[in-house]
């Protein structure tokens, strides 16, 4: 019986996780483990941070 939570913070879709673990297996486990029962929030693929850093590091012309 599953009684705790956890929040876990990604910037790769689990589509790219096997550019980070090596094994297929592991990352088709890893996955099914942390998504069965999982509420999975997507904020988009833009970073804000990347966007707003960008738009003040800007010099006029």
């Known amino acids: ?5 956890i ?9 790219e996780w096997g550019t ?3 094994d297929p ?3 088709a ?3 099914d483990r942390i998504t ?4 999975i929030l997507e904020t988009g693929t833009q970073s804000y941070r990347l966007r ?3 738009t003040h590091h800007r010099k006029p012309a």
Do not use: Q
């Open 7 to 15: 929040g876990i913070a990604s910037n790769l879709p689990f589509s």
């Open 1 to 5: 019986e599953e009684r705790a939570s």
């Open 36 to 39: 069965f029962n999982a509420h």
């Open 25 to 27: 297996r592991l990352v």
């Open 29 to 31: 486990a890893i996955v």
């Open 52 to 54: 707003t850093s960008k």
């Open 20 to 22: 980070v673990f090596p």
